[in-house]
């Protein structure tokens, strides 16, 4: 990968997500990367896409997949919900915690071997959860599966930066971030199918085999990896301690630990404190999980539209209308109601998850790789957290819950639209 600096340390995607300016769109220095790329035919740049993104919906979705096996899983350990619910933190957490390596990773080896490599042992590691024997054992598997899962997404956005044609890179991006969002409600959907049909170890099974597959079928898409850089995690920890002395950066970190804290947490609850009418009742679950996936698949299609508002101004309007969804939602019975509110809810999250990545690169300066890297570890960690929301509050009913998730994100919102505001009076001064 040609370049170097810590302009490229670490996680590539900030350099080439933010590759324009969050006001004007109009074209802005990026730094670390290459400035173009090969020529690739469409059909080549479909099938990139196409399979980094699927592969991208296998290794996130694995967060999610415990969520509806946590009764299943309890019932064989012989413990409670709210004990299995940290396989769900345990995974998120080491997730998390693995960004900050990967990155430093797959600027040293390449891209295409990073995620190979990632896949392959994830896959291997994803096997041997079913194995274990009590839920110690578990949470321990889980936390190493998290740890080797991380290397694919910041390695998939190093990929995307230095192998995909300019003109083309935002597109696959915003496909990819939008397959690990999607990644929530299929990961939860066929979990919960398997594991009604064969069993909750089917689930890993089934999980490990399709991650092998992915590992070989990227080896087969993608492009082989060029010459490698020399950043190592020492530069990219070096980068990382500066970023967090800028204020807005740190509020904007804020706003990104309650996306995923609010949106895991409401799908926890549904599980752990699901609405009373839609207790006991499988199908209807599995049919709620699956109504928020247009949602996800839309926000992608609208990208242009949405890249005329300001990303703070964005991140703003979209958590706040996420939140006062959710507070909507915990007034309602049916589930058809609490369907079409989870549908606008999660395409809040959607457009904001971007939005936050648009508004931390434009305001790091050179090190917008590194900033970004920070960016999923605050993200991932708040997935963790969601979980535990959930099930500490759990004994409240689902309401609690989504009053909670959606208290949650209005803060985020607030924080956001504060930013907004400083932001449009130092432009006035």
């Given at each position: 990968?040609?370049?170097s600096g810590l302009g490229k340390a670490h996680f590539h995607l900030g350099n080439q997500l933010v590759g324009h300016n969050s006001e004007s769109m109009a074209?802005?220095?990026?730094?670390?990367?290459?400035?173009?790329?090969?020529?690739?035919?469409?059909?080549?740049?479909?099938?990139?896409?196409?399979?980094?993104?699927?592969?991208?919906?296998?290794?996130?979705?694995?967060?999610?997949?415990?969520?509806?096996?946590?009764?299943?899983?309890?019932?064989?350990?012989?413990?409670?919900?709210?004990?299995?619910?940290?396989?769900?933190?345990?995974?998120?957490?080491?997730?998390?915690?693995?960004?900050?390596?990967?990155?430093?990773?797959?600027?040293?080896?390449?891209?295409?071997?990073?995620?190979?490599?990632?896949?392959?042992?994830?896959?291997?590691?994803?096997?041997?959860?079913?194995?274990?024997?009590?839920?110690?054992?578990?949470?321990?598997?889980?936390?190493?599966?998290?740890?080797?899962?991380?290397?694919?997404?910041?390695?998939?956005?190093?990929?995307?930066?230095?192998?995909?044609?300019?003109?083309?890179?935002?597109?696959?991006?915003?496909?990819?971030?939008?397959?690990?969002?999607?990644?929530?409600?299929?990961?939860?959907?066929?979990?919960?199918?398997?594991?009604?049909?064969?069993?909750?170890?089917?689930?890993?099974?089934?999980?490990?085999?399709?991650?092998?597959?992915?590992?070989?079928?990227?080896?087969?898409?993608?492009?082989?990896?060029?010459?490698?850089?020399?950043?190592?995690v020492a530069d990219a920890f070096a980068a990382m301690a500066g970023l967090l002395g800028n204020g807005r950066l740190l509020l904007l970190y804020g706003v990104t630990?309650?996306?995923?804290?609010?949106?895991?947490?409401?799908?926890?609850?549904?599980?752990?404190?699901?609405?009373?009418?839609?207790?006991?009742?499988?199908?209807?679950?599995?049919?709620?999980?699956?109504?928020?996936?247009?949602?996800?698949?839309?926000?992608?299609?609208?990208?242009?539209?949405?890249?005329?508002?300001?990303?703070?101004?964005?991140?703003?309007?979209?958590?706040?209308?996420?939140?006062?969804?959710?507070?909507?939602?915990?007034?309602?019975?049916?589930?058809?109601?609490?369907?079409?509110?989870?549908?606008?809810?999660?395409?809040?999250?959607?457009?904001?998850?971007?939005?936050?990545?648009?508004?931390?690169?434009?305001?790091?300066?050179?090190?917008?790789?590194?900033?970004?890297?920070?960016?999923?570890?605050?993200?991932?960690?708040?997935?963790?957290?969601?979980?535990?929301?959930?099930?500490?509050?759990?004994?409240?009913?689902?309401?609690?819950?989504?009053?909670?998730?959606?208290?949650?994100?209005?803060?985020?919102?607030?924080?956001?639209?504060?930013?907004?505001?400083?932001?449009?009076?130092?432009?006035?001064?």
């Open positions: 990968m040609a370049g074209p802005i220095k990026t730094e670390g990367v290459t400035s173009g790329a090969p020529p690739a035919t469409r059909m080549s740049f479909v099938m990139t896409v196409a399979a980094l993104s699927l592969a991208g919906m296998m290794v996130v979705g694995q967060l999610y997949t415990v969520i509806p096996l946590f009764a299943l899983m309890a019932a064989d350990w012989g413990s409670g919900s709210s004990a299995v619910a940290w396989t769900a933190t345990a995974f998120a957490t080491a997730y998390a915690v693995g960004f900050l390596f990967a990155g430093p990773a797959a600027d040293r080896f390449g891209p295409r071997r990073t995620i190979v490599a990632g896949l392959t042992v994830t896959a291997m590691v994803t096997a041997l959860v079913p194995l274990a024997s009590s839920l110690g054992a578990a949470l321990v598997l889980r936390a190493v599966q998290g740890l080797v899962a991380a290397a694919f997404a910041p390695s998939a956005f190093a990929y995307i930066a230095s192998r995909v044609d300019p003109n083309r890179r935002v597109t696959a991006i915003t496909w990819l971030t939008s397959s690990f969002l999607a990644a929530a409600v299929l990961g939860q959907f066929a979990a919960q199918a398997i594991g009604q049909a064969a069993g909750w170890e089917t689930v890993f099974f089934v999980s490990g085999v399709a991650l092998a597959l992915g590992a070989v079928g990227l080896w087969l898409v993608l492009r082989a990896d060029g010459a490698v850089g020399k950043t190592t630990l309650t996306v995923l804290t609010g949106f895991v947490g409401v799908y926890s609850g549904l599980q752990v404190a699901g609405p009373p009418s839609l207790a006991g009742d499988a199908g209807a679950l599995l049919a709620l999980r699956a109504s928020a996936l247009p949602a996800m698949l839309a926000i992608p299609l609208l990208t242009p539209w949405l890249a005329r508002i300001g990303p703070e101004r964005r991140v703003a309007l979209s958590l706040g209308a996420a939140a006062l969804l959710l507070l909507v939602c915990a007034f309602l019975t049916g589930g058809v109601a609490i369907g079409a509110c989870l549908f606008v809810f999660v395409a809040g999250i959607a457009v904001a998850a971007p939005g936050l990545v648009q508004a931390i690169g434009a305001r790091a300066g050179a090190a917008r790789g590194s900033a970004v890297a920070l960016y999923t570890f605050f993200l991932f960690v708040g997935a963790g957290l969601g979980p535990q929301l959930a099930t500490l509050i759990a004994g409240f009913g689902f309401p609690a819950v989504s009053v909670a998730a959606a208290a949650i994100l209005a803060v985020g919102a607030l924080l956001a639209l504060g930013l907004m505001v400083r932001s449009k009076d130092a432009r006035q001064l």
